[in-house]
């Protein structure tokens, strides 16, 4: 009987730290068009975008795959939404459940010269800057996100106004720091915080789950207040197409950060679906609101 107990509690944790896993994430070499950026450029942009996942803490870096650049994007070209199934089973032999995918669109800068009036030339440097960013599901080779990343209206022009950039790397490094919170906000969006139902703690005599349990902790820099949103994973078929839905069925906040692991959390919608779909064992995942 105690190995019963220490089995069925073995499983119940696992369970629970499989809903704190990080997700694993790999980057496929960043290209460009010469002309419309550098080499050194590139490699600045690929580093910052990196870092914005790795600061978070939330993911596992894989090993970048080892594959000709220019491949790669004639691939992502041809395919549209899906990318060489080749590319698709080395990230899988590395674990990777995402790729990011990166073009640089436009890296330069441009020299400003300014005159005084008095025969006193300033030559100062402006910067241009576009990037667009991809998020692949290695398990379907879909492209899930593509977005174009560019500087705040204004800041595309750091280099010419303001204090102003004496060189053209100047310009660029000015530009690539005007990204950041986008890069940020991109990395939230398509990245929300996610964790599993640990279990519903208090009903009502309706059957409506009033709180819950949630494995999600310090550790992911919860705090008391947040608010938090319940979606059911449902697989829909489209045009032959087996797409992943995530359907929104109620709203928790949460009222107690219990540990690095664990959250209590009221239920502020949603009640009577949220605990009528965890006692059929559907597939619910709690993600952070935007």
């Known amino acids: 009987m105690k190995k019963l107990i220490i089995a069925a509690l073995f499983v119940a944790l696992s369970s629970f730290v499989r809903g704190q896993e990080k997700t694993a994430i790999g980057f496929m070499a960043f290209t460009y068009v010469n002309g419309e950026a550098n080499a050194k450029y590139v490699n600045s942009i690929e580093e910052m975008i990196i870092n914005a996942f790795v600061k978070t803490k939330r993911f596992n870096i894989v090993d970048r795959a080892i594959i000709e650049t220019t491949k790669n994007e004639k691939e992502l070209q041809k395919a549209g939404e899906f990318i060489d199934r080749t590319i698709i089973q080395h990230e899988t032999n590395l674990g990777a459940q995402f790729l990011i995918s990166g073009h640089v669109i436009n890296a330069q800068a441009e020299q400003m ?3 005084d009036g008095k025969g006193n030339i300033t030559i100062t440097y402006k910067a241009k800057l576009s990037i667009m960013l991809k998020v692949i599901d290695v398990a379907t080779g879909q492209v899930t996100s593509s977005e174009t990343i560019e500087p705040k209206a204004g800041n595309s022009m750091l280099g010419s106004i303001g204090i102003g950039a004496s060189s053209p790397e100047q310009a660029i490094s ?3 720091k005007g990204i950041e919170d986008k890069i940020d906000e991109f990395v939230g969006r398509n990245f929300p915080l996610a964790f599993s139902i640990a279990e519903i703690q208090e009903k009502d005599s309706k059957g409506n789950a009033t709180k819950i349990l949630v494995a999600g902790g310090s550790a992911f820099d919860l ?7 319940v979606v059911e994973l ?5 045009n032959g197409k087996k797409l992943l839905r995530k359907k929104e069925i109620g709203e928790l906040k949460i009222i107690k950060v219990e540990d690095e692991n ?3 959390c009221s239920v502020s919608s949603g009640g009577i679906d949220i605990n009528a779909r965890f006692e059929a064992k559907a597939r619910l995942q709690i993600i952070t609101k935007d």
């Open 234 to 238: 449902c697989e829909i078929e489209v």
């Open 113 to 115: 010269k300014a005159d």
């Open 262 to 264: 664990f959250s209590i």
């Open 223 to 229: 705090k008391k207040g947040d608010k938090l949103k």
């Open 174 to 176: 000015k530009a690539i």
